[in-house]
């Protein structure tokens, strides 16, 4: 994705000169950006629940393995955190299945299909994009009161599921699929949906990847929606979780236990970040540069 | 964006095997497969929005069951209510500052990391990571960052600037989030700005050396600006309706305090909802006036990036 043959191979001294600068720009603006979360694994290793001024930024003063097994010990028996967390996966889970699978259909619809009222269908969708859910969130949580849903998995999965961007990244891939292909497949004398289900959607594994990446990292992150929808604990997310952590031994923040807990909720989503890196930046490309 | 068109089906020359009179399988397959998308919009989206707004003319308490029609009353309230206008007025500053300078950081990033090495590349995936970061994390850790034993103080310290408790201080608090969100959001839109500058084709760089766009400023003002309009109003527009919205953060670290400092419309909609329990009319009402005010911004912003010549 990032290849870009802006470095020359016969480079004078100015250009080289020029190169490490910017190496040397990047690599300080990295380290930058890793001192917080290097802080947040430090303090995990730690015993002391405290925040000590001058901050003991040194990686072996005051660590142990051991320590961060009976801080990992604590949280994991605090309130029902195997249970939140639980619910958060299952909640993430669910969330992108039926917005990919439901971006897909759609996706491939809008690309591929020629129907009555496809355009108007379309805008519908484009339109979604000016109404933010945070600002219909109070009519949403209104609405599932009225339904009785409040503090249930279905409350909190599907008001997530109506994904534009899933369908945009859906339909721009597909529009890029060679027409031939699914030529082939028609005069074989396949129907639509065979072709989608036989064809199709089994070329479409980098948009698949791209769009469960992107509604796995906003459902995992969520924290407005469960904390409008769940009322009661046993249904918390980890967002929650954290929140409710960081208030429960009231104004003192047990910094230790609070980044263990921290870790524990930023790590599936950055080793998916890692894994998936490409998929996750020509997803932003596809969704954006259309 | 490309119009919606591409279709293969449409080709007359290609005989279909079900023959004239029967139904046309593409059209229903169509239908079908768009079924399920337009059922999720039309109940969780379009559904809310209206309802939003129906709410807004009632004086409505779920608890106790009282239901009243009050027509415009409650917008009246709301633009009246002090507590509202200060929400207002400061995620307008926030607005303001922080989509200003998360979208110059964010170019600045993307034209830093514009190499193929790989120092660039794992430089930019660790700059990256804030951004797929939940933000109720971020503020865990930015609350110490700020906290009067944390980072900020720490650094100071080497200057001998005495340490501040930066989150309770009413002048200190809003800024000392308004960085937070700059840190973390301007790796996000420095992707898009990355993409952008990757389809730049190769051939324009180099008719710009021939052509003696050697120094680095003219280059800017000639190739990357120009080329960068569009990535500029998706940053832009992008960020103005994220930072419209400006939630979580203060919610987690500061409850919308030190003395309303940090109160935005999102946290005075939650609070008349779920802590002054009784009229979400009122909330509904300032909702949507949010709602109106992010779509005016969008539109006209929108019209001055495309209009502008530069």
Known sequence: MFKSGRIKKNINVGEAAKTYLIYAISIILAIVYLVPFYWTVIKAFRNSIFANFPPNMDPLSQTSISYFITNLRTVWGFGDFPLWYFNSVFVSICVVAGSVFVGMLAGYAFARLRFPGRDYLFYAVLATLMIPFPVISIASYVFMLDLNWLSTYQGLILPQIASALDVFIMRQYFLTIPEEVELAAKIDGMRPWQIFFRVSAPMAKPAIAAATIFSFIGSWNNFLWPLMEVHSLNMFTLPLVLNFFKGANGTQIYWNQMMTVNILTMIPTIVIFIVFEKYFISGISMNYYR | ?310
């Open chain 2, 1 to 310: 964006m490309r119009s919606v068109e591409s279709n293969i089906y449409n080709k007359e020359n290609i005989k279909v095997r079900e023959g004239k009179k029967r139904k046309d399988p593409e059209k229903v397959t169509g239908i079908i497969f768009v079924i399920p998308l337009m059922i999720f919009i039309t109940v969780f989206t379009f559904f809310p929005a209206i309802y939003s707004f129906v709410i807004s003319l009632f004086h409505y308490d779920p608890f106790f069951h009282s239901i009243y029609f009050v027509g415009i009353s409650n917008y009246v309230n709301v633009v009246k209510d002090p507590a509202f206008l200060i929400a207002l007025i400061n995620v307008l500053i926030y607005t303001a500052v922080v989509v200003t300078i998360q979208t110059f950081l964010a170019f600045g990033y993307a034209l830093l990391f514009n190499t193929a090495s790989r120092i660039s590349r794992i430089a930019r995936a660790i700059v990256f990571i804030p951004a797929v970061v939940s933000p109720v994390s971020m503020s865990i850790i930015f609350i110490w960052v700020f906290s009067n034993t944390g980072l900020v103080n720490y650094i100071l310290s080497f200057f001998g600037i005495p340490p501040h408790n930066w989150l309770f201080s009413t002048r200190y608090a809003f800024p000392a989030i308004m960085a937070m969100n700059i840190f973390t959001t301007a790796p996000y839109f420095m992707i898009v700005y990355s993409a952008g500058l990757q389809s730049i084709p190769q051939e324009v760089m180099d008719a710009a050396k021939i052509d003696g766009l050697k120094s680095g400023l003219r280059r800017f003002r000639y190739i990357y600006f120009p080329l960068m309009r569009f990535s500029t109003i998706l940053v832009v527009i992008l960020g103005l309706t994220g930072a419209m919205q400006l939630f979580d953060q203060i919610y987690v670290i500061t409850d919308g305090g030190p003395a309303r400092a940090t109160y935005v419309p999102l946290m005075y909609i939650y609070n008349r909802t779920f802590v002054y329990i009784g009229d979400i009319g009122l909330a509904a009402a300032a909702s949507f006036v949010l709602f109106v005010i992010i779509l005016v911004l969008t539109i006209t912003q929108r019209k001055v990036i495309t209009e502008r010549r530069w």
